[in-house]
């Protein structure tokens, strides 16, 4: 079964992963099946921590076909930024097939998205491999 990660940095210098299992057959499927209901998720268990819910820019989602794909994300999340680990795990995602792509939830942040308005955003909150 397919694993979709969604990860999203705040403004308070935290960041949150939230994982599920999916029928969908790609990347593609999932998002247009399931618009915002990761990042509402997300902001509801930021709600209850007392956690901010404004996030640095767009979040990252991570679509993982099969458990390969998904050993490779965790792996990635869980190293550290810049680290030879962090790069290997980054590789390990691209030979397994694993789709990133940037994940929006507020209208704005949508609009900010298709419309092609993201400026000044840090390395971290750009989108890469798309597809």
């Known amino acids: 079964m397919a694993v979709v990660t969604l990860l999203s940095d705040f403004i308070d210098g935290t960041s949150m992963a939230l994982a599920e299992d999916t029928d969908a057959a790609d990347l593609h499927a999932f998002m247009t099946a399931n618009q915002g209901r990761l990042w509402a998720s997300v902001q509801q268990r930021r709600r209850q921590r ?3 819910i404004e996030r640095c ?3 990252k989602v991570y679509f993982a076909a099969d458990a390969q794909g998904a050993a490779a994300v965790e ?3 869980s190293s550290d930024t810049g680290s030879a680990e962090e790069a290997a795990a980054m590789q390990a995602m691209h ?3 694993v789709e990133i792509a ?3 939830g507020a209208d704005r942040e ?3 998205l298709l419309n092609g308005r993201l400026r000044g955003l840090s390395a971290q909150s750009k989108a890469e ?3």
Request: hydrophobic share 25%; glycine share 24%.
């Open 50 to 52: 007392r956690q901010t």
């Open 110 to 112: 949508r609009d900010a």
């Open 57 to 59: 820019g767009p979040g």
């Open 75 to 77: 792996s990635y999340l």
């Open 102 to 104: 940037p994940h929006v």
């Open 95 to 97: 030979n397994a097939g």
């Open 129 to 131: 491999g798309f597809g």
